[in-house]
Every structure is written in C-alpha cells, then in structure tokens.
C-alpha cells in the first residue's frame, strides 16, 4: 500500500527515495517545492477547471446535477486562477527531468490560459490531443452544443528538448498499425471503476477513467519511470501507474480523496515484466556509424567490400570511409557514385565476404547496436 506522508514530514529538496510510491498531503505547491529537482520523467496534471458554476443546474424533470461544485474549484477571479496556475507550472518545471514531458487536462474554462501560460514559462507544446467521450453529459440547459470533449496538452520542459520519450512504434502498433492521432475516442467514469461513497455518491467529481491514463502513460513513459500527480485526487495515475510498473508520486489536500486513492492503489497487483516491454522501432534504437564497427573490431581498415553482384569493389579505410579508385566518402557518398545515383543507403548496398558468400554490412550493424544496448543496460 503505498504511503501517506504530511507535507512537513518530507525533508527540504529530499534526495532518498522515500518519497516515491506515495501521496503527499498538502499544498501542491509547498510538496513540489520539497522534491528533488529533476527528479521525475512525466506529469500528468488534472488542476481545477475554475467552472464559474452560478446557482444549481438541473434536468427535465428538475431533478438536480450532481455538477462540480467544491471549494477548491473556485478562484475569486481569472487573475487569481492565472497567479495559481504559473505557480503549479514553475514548481513542476522545476522537479521535471530535462528530458521529461508533462501532460495537462482540462476544458474549454481553463485550458487556453493554463496553454498560454505553459508558452510563457518556457513549456514547449508538443500535440493537444483531444478525448472525445463516447458518452458525455447531455447539455441540459440547450443554450449550448453539448460538451463532448476535454483537451489535454502534451509539452516538454523547453524547446531543446530532445530526448523525451514517445513510444511512436508501440502507439502505432496499436493502432493497427496506423499513426496514433490526437483525438482519443474514451467513455467517461461510470460503472465499477467509479468510485462511491457509503451513501452510493461519487467519491470525486472529476475521476477521469483509467483507459486514458493508460494510453498517456504507454505513450510518453518507459517502465521504472517516475510519473507525478500533483492533483491526485482519488489516485487514477497512481493506480495506472503502479499495474504498468512505473513509480508515482501524488499530492492531494483532500483526505477523503487520500483514504479512497491509498485504498484503490494498495488493491492493484502490477503486470508481469514480460508484459510491461515496450515495442520499439528504429527511433528507439541508438545510432551507429560505420566507423564504429572498426572501433569493435567487427570489420577491419583494407577490409574490401563489394556490391552484391562484385561489379563494385571498396577498401575501407582506418577513419571509416571507403576508397575506390582513388576517390573516398562516406558508405552512403560511394555507393551512390559508383551507381551514378544521388543517394545510396550504403549498409544495404555494400557487402563483405563471408564463409557462404557475401553478407550486408548492415548485419554487423546490427551487432554493433547489441553491443551499445548491452553496455547501456
């Protein structure tokens, strides 16, 4: 079960772990300020929406919404609500690793001054991605089309920001195979998964569904990373989190929403690691230069190297070019010269002798790659 710690228990800029795999109780604010810098790999921040609820809404048949109506989403003012949200922003800006990403959810009452503000501080705005609910919330009032979506942004800690994770190929594949787009088809909270009271009443207004966790932390987290909450509420990341083998952290004020989320979370039972890899793709995979293969010994300088019909034939040299004739550049520069060609993938194209014949070079490639992914692990 994961932990419950006061805000004043957790050491100033704490550098142990202990705050990992817990819920801080307290101001937001306050608890971010106590995490080590730099220290998570992803955010997902569900802030109050600031709806400007006037009077009570109800059906047809007068029967009262049970709409959003507590004390901590209301905000004297827009500037009021603008102050909170740069402060949330640069406490989260700050504990974000630099090549971390941070996602934040809301409607159309919040979420353009929480985007202008994100620009502001130095956020750099990847997508935003909409979820459309298969079932939304009529609009009771008919004044207004119905309201069938939330928008979530998805951003980086800066603009030079280039090694975040976006699990393209896994989302793709998913996707039966097609790029994952930017509108996300999910049906609200309701069932099971909604969590109630003991007089059968929603424990939070706002509990988003677990399917959308999912896709975000699939999306944008490898296993073991470090996913923060710092509007826990009732724990849907916390729980998401923990079956898909990622550490959480969530901070919450509410201790209602404290007891349900520690109760929740303790119930789940993570996925077992050969379930938990993530499919990759040539993005994923580090770069390697044919240079480093005479680094590895796997090919040697005065190693010839042919064409697989030998109507071509190349020496390497020891700086990882290749000579022929007298002309030198680079695998990809000579095997499209000597073609007469603009461009050349010079590793399918080239080939080394072998017992059994000839043998791309980009089998040793391959090997290479092994290599660096071993030495990395």
Known sequence: ?????????????????????????????????????????????????????????????????????????????????????????????????????????????????????????????????????????????????????????????????????????????????????SDWLFPICTGAERLKDDNGDKVHPTQKPEALLARVILSSTKPGDVVLDPFFGTGTTGAVAKRLGRRFVGIEREQSYIDAARERIAAVRPMAEPNLAMMGGKRAEPRVAFVSLIDAGLIAPGALLHDARKRWTARVRADGTLDVGGEAGSIHRMGAAVQGLDACNGWTFWHYERVGGLTAIDELRKIARLGMLRAGA
């Open 1 to 181: 079960m994961s932990a419950v710690r006061l805000l004043d228990e957790l050491p100033l800029a704490s550098q142990s772990a202990d705050w990992l795999d817990t819920i801080l109780k307290g101001d937001c604010v306050a608890a971010l300020n106590r995490l080590p810098e730099k220290s998570v790999d992803a955010i997902f921040a569900d802030p109050p929406y600031n709806l400007q609820l006037n009077g009570d809404l109800h059906r047809p048949d007068q029967s009262k919404v049970d709409a959003v109506d507590d004390h901590w989403d209301q905000f004297e003012d827009f500037a009021a609500y603008d102050a909170f949200t740069r402060a949330w922003l640069l406490a989260c800006r700050r504990v974000l690793k630099p090549n971390g990403t941070i996602w934040v959810i809301g409607s159309y009452h919040n979420i353009f001054r929480v985007g202008a503000a994100m620009q502001d501080l130095g956020f750099w705005l990847l997508n935003d991605v909409v979820w459309r609910k298969t079932n939304p919330m009529p609009n009771f009032r008919g004044r207004r089309f119905q309201n069938a979506h939330e928008t979530m942004i998805w951003a980086s800690r800066d603009a030079s920001a280039k090694g975040y994770t976006f699990n393209y190929d896994a989302m793709k594949a998913a996707n039966d195979d097609t790029q994952m787009r």
